[in-house]
């Protein structure tokens, strides 16, 4: 057993070595320290051992820190030992079929401390079970046994997270490519607009040109005229002047009457230059003011990566009907699934907030606001109680979302819903949009981010966002 262990260390010194070797590391002591318990173990041993409890590795009795002493005794012993012997040599391991305390084969299996021991060491562990090795081989190989079917799951979730998160990047380029698309239409859209403008202005400026420049004209021509009829007039009176005296003198009043010029003289007149103003003053102004019959502004937007796999929404997320399919969509943290239901794109943490939903004459729809908390990923009563503030039409009854359904009395049938939240007051009031009419308010304390929600029911009517007006002041 000796020269299995250690082939340098005579088989004297076994007995001496194993007194001064560490029951922690397995090597000669380096700077002991003694425990009240009479146990020793490297400085560095204990340190590591008492950060997780002040119980001694051997004996498990319980000490205070500061009650480890220097062995200084034990130390000098391991010093000498060392200059003795080769002390690379001598701080090999035992074989591993050993036990480093006692060097005696490990035959046993400790249950509870899950490890090896040998027949020395059942004294050390005379509360716990021991197993001979034949029959605590195959239990530890059980307990490894179900870490390797739960590693295996684990393997099987993640590959499915994989595919998912590929999905998903595939999604996000479909989306980029849809936005594009969308973009580019916009912009096309909105420069055919714009060409049109400047086709307008340019039309306009070029009619006023022409208009003043033929003003013009005829008023030189007019006075060219004029020149030809004085210069007639002035030759006639020089060609009187030049007669003999008398029948100058006989002829003179007629001249004097025929040579009356009573038109008064040509000049430019007032307004006949171009209006620079009207053509090029605050040009981008008047022209973003025209392009305003071009625009259309929602007050709310629906949010795509909210909607449920069974919605559809149209191109500028102003609309949502059913899908007549489930869409491949995300699985994404955001998306109702499998409630029916699309938030706004926007949320309200303050202020007041206004729009309209246009339901038709769909026979089924949820229409209000909800906190962001909202649950997603399964279906739950809609209620105030729930952090949803709405009202509702299914089988012909309307209904307020309070937790008792109370049902809500129309006169005629809202085709419109207006919605009107104040976010400051703790108000969600809503409103026959068509009429005007009051239909309920419910009061709460909002607490955190509001988002619209709207429920449009699985119908191949749409729900309609209506737009907002636009209007322009100036200062």
Known sequence: MADSMDED???????????????????????????????????????????????????????????AISNRALSSACESFLKQSNSRSNRKRPSEDTCNLHLKPLELYCEKDEE??????????????????????????????????IFEKKVESYKKVTRKLSNAMEYIKYQAGQAEKQIKVEFERLHKALVTEEALRLKALATEEEHKIASIQKMI???????????????????EMGNEDLPLLRNFQKLKREAQWTREEPRLPYDSLLDMGKHVGTLSFKIW??????????????????????????????????????LTTPDNPERFDPCVFVLGAEGYTSGKHRWDV????????????????????????VSTNRGVWSIGLSKGVYT???????????????????????IDKGEVSFWDGGTAKHLVTLTHKFDEEIYPIFGPGLHSTPMILAPGKIAVHTS
């Open 9 to 67: 260390v005579p088989e004297e010194s076994l007995p001496l070595r194993q007194d001064l070797t560490c029951p922690v590391c397995q090597g000669i002591f380096q700077d002991p320290v003694l425990l009240p318990c009479s146990h020793s173990f490297c400085r560095e041993c204990l340190q590591k051992s008492i950060k997780y409890n002040k119980k001694c590795p051997l004996c498990r009795v319980e000490f205070e820190e500061g009650q």
């Open 116 to 149: 090896p021991v040998c027949v020395d060491c059942v004294t050390l562990h005379n509360t716990h079970k021991l197993w001979p090795l034949k029959e605590g081989a195959p239990m530890c190989k059980r307990e490894l046994s179900f870490k390797v079917q």
């Open 358 to 381: 246009i339901v038709g004459d769909n026979p089924k729809w949820i229409v209000g606001v909800c906190k962001e908390s909202v649950p997603r990923k399964k279906k739950f009563t």
């Open 289 to 326: 003011k025209n392009m305003q019959a071009h625009i259309k502004y929602n007050p709310v937007v629906l949010n795509p990566n909210t909607a449920s796999p069974w919605l559809s929404l149209n191109a500028d997320l102003s609309s949502v009907k059913e899908s007549s399919e489930r």
């Open 221 to 239: 021509d007019n006075t060219n005229d004029d020149i030809d009829t004085l210069n007639k007039l002035t030759d006639t009176l020089k060609k």
């Open 400 to 422: 307020v979302s309070t937790p008792e359904r109370t049902e809500l009395q129309v006169q005629q049938r809202p085709e419109r819903i207006r919605v009107k939240l104040n």
